[in-house]
């Protein structure tokens, strides 16, 4: 009897993973006719010293917006597009947007120090990789440090040979490194040492528990960790002035999130930077609209 009810459990479980991939290859070739009918663009959100409140960079973000209004979220159609490969194309042509955003900007008189592209563990482990990233600055004309990638802590997934001599490259280059979500992976400290870094981004989870008494300590502790590893620290998800203080309290000088300004499409973001007032900041909360 027990056997009988293992094999419904199989049964039952092998027709969840049916109905899983159906709906992922569905969401595939949606995506794919989406980039074809040019349903994809990015949003960029600014990150500041928090000290100062100065601009130091912004980050791109993909958006999907369907023909009928309705927005597919990032966390859902980037690991459709990782898994099947897709991310490489696409991941190019976020990076060249970027980067023309970025040129963009700096003709105006405008930019930050540098924009920030989040890059999949497969588009690194891709052979054209470096090619890539020195072709799409070449063709907006960008130096290396006017950009930086965010990678995440899955890349210790990949050949540790391999990974450091990508990332070393990029940053002969000029190019800066940050790990996102930092403190929500798996990788060790030991490795995540070895690797030529310039920040940790700090997850928004940690962020967030920031007004709770327990969740400071927490928090206090990943903002220490990446100050050991002799990284620069960025908190994401900064929703208010309160976090904003505790950070800095901690040691922690650069920041992004709502509180700050919402991503924003490339229109809004430029009236945005010519309005921005970094003395002002400190005295008004952030009046930004949604994308
Ligand atoms: P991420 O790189 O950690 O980006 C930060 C996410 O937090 C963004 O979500 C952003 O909109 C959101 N966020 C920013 N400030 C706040 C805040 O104050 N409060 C809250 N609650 N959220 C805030 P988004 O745009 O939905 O992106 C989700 C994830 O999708 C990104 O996380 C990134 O991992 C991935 N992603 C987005 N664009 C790309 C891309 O072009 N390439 C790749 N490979 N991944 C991307
Ligand atoms: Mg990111
Ligand atoms: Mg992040
Ligand atoms: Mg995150």
Redesign the pocket.
Known sequence: RAKRDHRGQDLQYSEQMGAEARSRALLLSELREAIENRELF??Y?PQINLATNGLVGI?????WRTEDGRFV???KF?PV??HSGL?VA??QW?LMA?CATMRELLDAGAAPQRIA????TV?LQDPGFLEMVCDALASSGLRGDHLEL?I?ESVAALPTELLKSTLSAMRAKGVSIAI??FGTGYSSLSYLEQLPLDRI?I??SF??QLSEPDGARIAEMVVQLGRKLGLSVLA????DAAVCKALLAMDCHEG?????A??MDKKALVTWLQTYCPNAKAESPAQTAAP
């Open positions: 990015l949003v959100q980050e791109a973000l993909l958006r979220p990032p966390d980037i597009a990782e991310i696409l991941g976020v970027a592209v989040n890059v999949s588009q965010e995440t996102d979500d981004k997850d928004r962020v967030r994401e998800g900064i929703e992004q999130g709502y509180h700050i919402r991503p």
